[in-house]
DNA sequence: AATCATAATATGCCTAGACATATTCAGAAA
DNA sequence: TTTCTGAATATGTCTAGGCATATTATGATT
């Protein structure tokens, strides 16, 4: 092993490596404005030059402004800043049970009703499964410090999670109990509100026609369908939170 | 240039590259279970010669999956399977005229309220500016197909944003005005629901008590803060779709 | 048994060079 | 003028090797 006869300058003396001093450096520039949509960088071998550095290095931080989605690369068309984006954000759908204790809040799930069945063409439909598929039909009550927090109505598949018909649920949450047994692929949320309707109402402990917060989420393994839930929230009781940074992931 | 005498395969005569091919052999053993969390993968070196790669080949497809947390990797420690992630997923916020449009229904911007003031304690709490800063208030419907759609309150801090006190936004929708105006550098969302109280239920011509998905939004560019703004969507008018896949971004 | 210094190890980052491929551009042919 | 063809170019991917650094394991010393 001899030493690398090609190195400058020494590699790591500094904390933070230099493709993100690049690309902080790249990353600055557009979101300042010095170099407007529609701008094309510098080609990788002129950066390569100009900083002084290889050329993967360079491809390195403009691959990360390609994720974030600040650029377009496109081979012999070059590197081009993009449009601002659209307004996207990452959104954290957290378990009720982790989020309520670590607000130091008790928490407890109670079961309202379990039913083994056969999908009937409603399940089908909200389940995505062919009409017959055996599936779990939960209802429970989500408590936090002793007050109704969250209503969960959900299928699950038997197909997909057997294990699922031998367990009660009486006081874990499904959502809890199927998270950390079956890991999920894909997920679909829908977020939207309603009036809560007497039935709701009564298990809530709210009055008739309170607006409420839903979340609907599909979750699939590999095209499987393993569950579909339906969580409502009074409107008092929750908010989503979603942040977004340009930058350092 | 001479070949290069360490090529042993053909490099891109297939469509997909070495290291995705990879990264989607370790992602499958993780997802289905077969590495269950906590499990250490091989090092680097050891599926370098499984592989019949080089080692960074094999540290690109190893560092997709750590940016898609499936695993956690510490130098020495090695590259180990994550517990399955919370719930995490990526909500599009998207652009109410453009979302019309595209379903192929007539959009339009109606302008309600238009005030330029010093902000008041209730404007500096919401906006995040000190009191006296000034400020451009408006209240606008968004129109689909004729009829009301949304109902937006937006506050705009001119300090940030100096030209907007020119524009009367009569008839054009001022998020899309400060889109392509102002690039924003960090966004935060809320997402909660209320029942319409009669000014809303007026300007949405909707029932009084109607449940209604809010949507609050602010953002920043670099530290300061340019707008924030409230929607209000009709429950039976908006639905908010957030996907996720583990995978292939 | 507990503490500490040292060696081993796995990742993190980097280089210089090479081949592959998509896309654009210029010039030739129709 | 239009269409086609080949050259140029920028990115995409890969290799083989190296140094740097964090962390763990080991062994020596108290």
Redesign the interface.
Known sequence: MTRNPHRRTAIGSSAIPRYREIYESLRQKI???QWPPGHRLPSEHELARSFGCARMTIGKALGALA?QRLVTRRRRAGTVVN??R??????????IE?ELLAAGVSYAYQSLERRVRRANTADAATLGVPPGTPVLALTGLHRAGGRPHALEERLINLQAVPEARAERFADISPGRWL??RI?????????????ADAAIARRLAIRR?????TIE?NTW??QQRITHVRVI?P?DQ??????????P?
């Open positions: 979101v300042l404005g994720d449009a601002p659209p307004q996207e954000s990452v959104l954290e759908i957290h378990d982790a998270l950390r890991p999920w692929t894909e997920a679909e949320h829908q977020i939207g509100a309603l009036n026609n309170t607006a409420c917060l989420r393994r590999d929230y409107c929750h908010r989503l939170v979603a942040r977004f940074r340009y930058g992931a």
